[in-house]
Structure formats: structure tokens, C-alpha cells
């Protein structure tokens, strides 16, 4: 259950610290980056509600899983011919709208696997953060002997791995959604809760732009070589590998709200961190720490929000509407506006648009967030 997780945050720890700094390097702007950066968010407001609403309807996700996994390798090889601008956001486009079937197929597969042992769920995922803490720390290793050109040639073989787990999957029945019973997806979506569910997420994955786009740039241009960026992007991820671990004990002792609440407040915390106290290592490592709260707590957190709110009928489209409007469009929106930011101004201001963002969730998850059916409403 745990492979496919390692391979596929694999690509993503191979990609989201170096892609930047690899067009960079091919002499893109910033706004470019940006741009670029954001195809890589975009396509999910369209592809996991596809690949969701095929996945409930036909009851072949581990088919449909494999199809994402083959044809996105297949399309990434399009960047070794080193296309320009509208030719690269095309390659990026095609692959990622693949390749962003896999994982919210995967993590309904995975949940059903785990039947009613789900608080098991971060167990599985957190071998995800390892593949991307393995990935960070080979490709920032190599990248200080190779120049960031080869960037291609060393995602390529992670591709490979996600291609081939994909193969380890059990078949499935074909056990496809059930109709009768249960609130329609309108209802669901109707019930102020969910709505500001939704918009939490959204915000946070705003604020997540420039940390996507420009944390590698902002690092190198306060003088980090290219390992102690490929560290401090690594001792984010393991945070969030202690969190999952720890996830089942908070979920016992705090409501869902509270947990969303001081984890939105870490996160406002860890954007003017790194927006005002870069130079100083401890504080940025500190910062770095603070991954747990900001990306780690807070999806473990909605993962099960979405199971007790969509439950089984609709659960493919709650993780698919999930992936694509926070974030696909919430991400997309983040990575754009940090490149005009940038542009316009420096990366410290960028993160500090950040922290503005997380400000706002802030306020929409204390107006608006309540436990789902499955929690005491309490707290």
C-alpha cells in the first residue's frame, strides 16, 4: 500500500525544491516561473474530478491509476527537447493532468484497503514523505556536481518507480458507486461546513505559492548551496513525518477545529519567519519545522474530514473536489500572484503575501468549520 506513496512524493521532492532553479537556469523570468510553476497546480481543478467521477462510476481506479502513471511518464520525455516557453507549459500540462489522477484514485483505494482501521492512514502516507525526503536529498546531492540542466534525466527513473508500483496494485472488483441511499454530492456541498472546509484549504495552498515556487530561489539567493537547500526542504518533510505518526493521538484528545485552528496560526508563524529571518539558520530551521503544522496536520486533518463528510458514495468526487479546488486552483492562484510579487518587488514580500493569505483562513476556520457526522461536535 505504502509504495506507490514513495514514488510518487519521490517526483514530487525530485521536482518542487529544483524545478525553479532548472528554469532558471534556462533563462525564464519570474513571472515565467511562476506560470510554469502554477501548470503544475492547475490541472488539478479539472483532472482529479475527472479521473474521481470515472473512478466512482466504473469502479476501476487501479486501472485508471495505472493510465495516469504511464501515459505522464510518457509525456514528461517531451521536456528533453527543451522547448520554450509555450512548448514547456504544454509538456507540463499534459503530464501533470496525468499524472494528478494518481494520487486522489489512490488515496480512496488506500482507505478502503484500510476499512475501518483508517486512523492507520498516517502510518501509510508517511512513507509518501520519505520517498520525498530520499528524492530531495540524491537529486540536491548530485545537483552540486551536475549542472541543474540534467534536472530532466534524474526525475525521469522516479517515474519509472511510479510506473511500476502502479503494477503492484491489487486489481480491483469493478465495484462501482453506490446510488441508493445517502445525501446527494449537492446536498453536501450545499452545507455551510463543507463550504468552509473548502475555503480554508484554498487559502492555505494560496499561501502555499511562493513557498512552492520560490523557497529554492529565495534560499540560494541568501547563499544556500544546493544541498542545504535539498536539507532544509527535507527537515520540513520529516517534521511532517513525525506528525503523521503522532496524528492518531491528536485526533483522540483535540477536535478537528481546534487541530485546524493552531495549525493555521503555526503556519502564519512559519511564512513571517521565513519572510523577515532567513539569514539566521536556527530560525529558518525552526521554520522549516513548522511543515508539520502547515502541510502535515492539516491534510491528515481533511483527508478524514472528507471520509466523514462524503462517505462512501461520494467519496472519489469529495477527494477529487478536494485536489482540485485547493490544491489545483488554490496553488495555482498562490504560485501566480508570488511571481508578481517577486517580480515586482522580492521574494520576502512574497512570503509575507503568504502569511496575509493564511490571515484570512484563519478567520474563515473560526467563522465557519465544524467537525463532520463522525466527530463529536464538541470543541
Not at 26 to 46: D, N, P
Amino acid at each position: 500500500m505504502s509504495n506507490l506513496y514513495f514514488w510518487f512524493f519521490a517526483l514530487l521532492g525530485a521536482l518542487l525544491p529544483y524545478w525553479s532553479l532548472y528554469l532558471q537556469g534556462r533563462g525564464f523570468s519570474y513571472l515565467e516561473i511562476a506560470t510554469l510553476m502554477a501548470t503544475i497546480q492547475i490541472t488539478k481543478v479539472v483532472a482529479p474530478s475527472l479521473w474521481g467521477w470515472l473512478g466512482d462510476r466504473s469502479g476501476q481506479r487501479v486501472r485508471l491509476v495505472r493510465l495516469g502513471a504511464v501515459v505522464g511518464a510518457i509525456s514528461f520525455a517531451g521536456v528533453f527537447i527543451e522547448p520554450e516557453f509555450f512548448g514547456l507549459m504544454l509538456v507540463m500540462l499534459v503530464f501533470t493532468f496525468f499524472w494528478n489522477a494518481i494520487l486522489p484514485l489512490y488515496e480512496v483505494i488506500t482507505l478502503r484497503g484500510l476499512g475501518s482501521d483508517k486512523a492507520r492512514y498516517g502510518r501509510v502516507r508517511l512513507w509518501g514523505s520519505v520517498g520525498f525526503i530520499a528524492a530531495v536529498a540524491v537529486v540536491g546531492t548530485l545537483l552540486d556536481f551536475i549542472p541543474v540542466a540534467s534536472l530532466p534525466w534524474l526525475v525521469m527513473p522516479v517515474f519509472l518507480g511510479i510506473v511500476v508500483s502502479s503494477f503492484m496494485i491489487p486489481s480491483e472488483q469493478g465495484q462501482v458507486r453506490e446510488r441508493s441511499g445517502g445525501e446527494s454530492l449537492r446536498g453536501i456541498l450545499a452545507n455551510p461546513a463543507v463550504i468552509g472546509f473548502f475555503l480554508m484549504n484554498f487559502l492555505l495552498q494560496v499561501s502555499h505559492g511562493a513557498y512552492y515556487t520560490f523557497f529554492s530561489i529565495h534560499l540560494e539567493q541568501y547563499g544556500y548551496s544546493s544541498v542545504s537547500i535539498g536539507l532544509l526542504w527535507s527537515l520540513g518533510v520529516l517534521a511532517e513525518v513525525v506528525l503523521f505518526v503522532a496524528m492518531h493521538g491528536l485526533f483522540a484528545r483535540y477536535s478537528y477545529r481546534q487541530i485546524a485552528l493552531a495549525a493555521l496560526a503555526l503556519t502564519l508563524v512559519r511564512w513571517v519567519l521565513i519572510a523577515e529571518a532567513t539569514q539566521w539558520l536556527v530560525v529558518l530551521l525552526f521554520a522549516q519545522l513548522l511543515h508539520a503544522a502547515s502541510y502535515g496536520a492539516l491534510h491528515a486533518l481533511s483527508v478524514q474530514y472528507i471520509h466523514g463528510y462524503f462517505g462512501k458514495g461520494h467519496h472519489g468526487q469529495g477527494q477529487a473536489l478536494y485536489s482540485g479546488l485547493t490544491f489545483g486552483a488554490g496553488g495555482a492562484l498562490g504560485a501566480w500572484m508570488s511571481g508578481f510579487l517577486v517580480e515586482g518587488f522580492n521574494t520576502d514580500v512574497a512570503f509575507w503575501g503568504s502569511a496575509m493569505a493564511t490571515l484570512v483562513a484563519l478567520w474563515v476556520t473560526w467563522r465557519w468549520l465544524r467537525p463532520p457526522p463522525s466527530q463529536d461536535s464538541s470543541g
